[in-house]
C-alpha cells in the first residue's frame, strides 16, 4: 500500500507540473484546428483578387507551433469561392444567394456578397459572409459548395400532361377517383420533356393524355 501511495503521488506531481493554465483576454468559441491562416482578416479579404484567392488555396501557409489553438469572438464567418465570368452576372455587393452546406448540415445556409473581384481568365473572387451555422463550419477549410443564386419551387410533371385551352390558359387533369377535373396552372419552367408548375398539389394524380 505504501508503495502505491508513493506511485500515485509521484504522478501527480508528474501531472501538475505538465498543466499550463491559460487566461482568454474574452469569451468565444474554442476550436484547436489551426491551418496557418489565422493571420487572414477581414480586411484582408476584402481586397481579394483572383490571383490572391488562388495562391492562397495553393498555399501550405505554417502552423505557429507555439499555438493551442484559435478563440472565435464573433459569429460571422466568410466563404471565397472562383465562379465563372458569366456566372456572376447576377450577383450583386449586398445580394442574398444562398450556400449548399448540405453535405455537412441540413439545409441551405444564406450568404450575404461582400465582394466580387474584377475578372481574370474568365474568373472572379466572390467573398461571402453569413452569421449563422458558425458551428458546422468550424472545420470546414478547403470545400466545393454549390451556389444557389435562384430558385423555383414547384410541381414537377411530364411535358405531355400539360393542356392549353383557348381562354383558360394552361392546365392539366386531376383524377378525382371518380372522374377528371380541370385545374388551371401556372407554368414556372420547361425543360425538353417536363415542365414545373404551381397549382396542383403533391398529392394530386394527374392524368396524362
Known sequence: ITALKQELARL????????????????????????????????????LSVRSLRTLMEG???????????????YKWYYAALLRAEDCAALQVGGRVKLDLSAWRAGLCTMTVIRISAESGGERAVLLSSDTALTETLELRTVSC???INSVTGIRLPAAALLSGSTS??????????SERRQSVNVLRRVDDWVLVQGVDEGDTIIVP
Not at 501550405?60 to 464573433?74: A, E, F, M, Q, S
Not at 390558359?169 to 371518380?178: A, E, N, P, Q
Open 60 to 74: 501550405r501557409p505554417n502552423v505557429d507551433k507555439r499555438c493551442y489553438g484559435k478563440l472565435i469572438t464573433d
Open 169 to 178: 390558359g394552361s392546365y392539366v387533369l386531376v383524377d378525382t377517383g371518380i
Open 12 to 47: 501527480e506531481r508528474e501531472e501538475s507540473g505538465s498543466i499550463r493554465e491559460l487566461v482568454s483576454p474574452a469569451s468565444g468559441v474554442f476550436t484547436p484546428l489551426l491551418d496557418g491562416c489565422e493571420s487572414i482578416s477581414p480586411a484582408v479579404l476584402e481586397q
Open 146 to 148: 454549390p451556389l444557389v
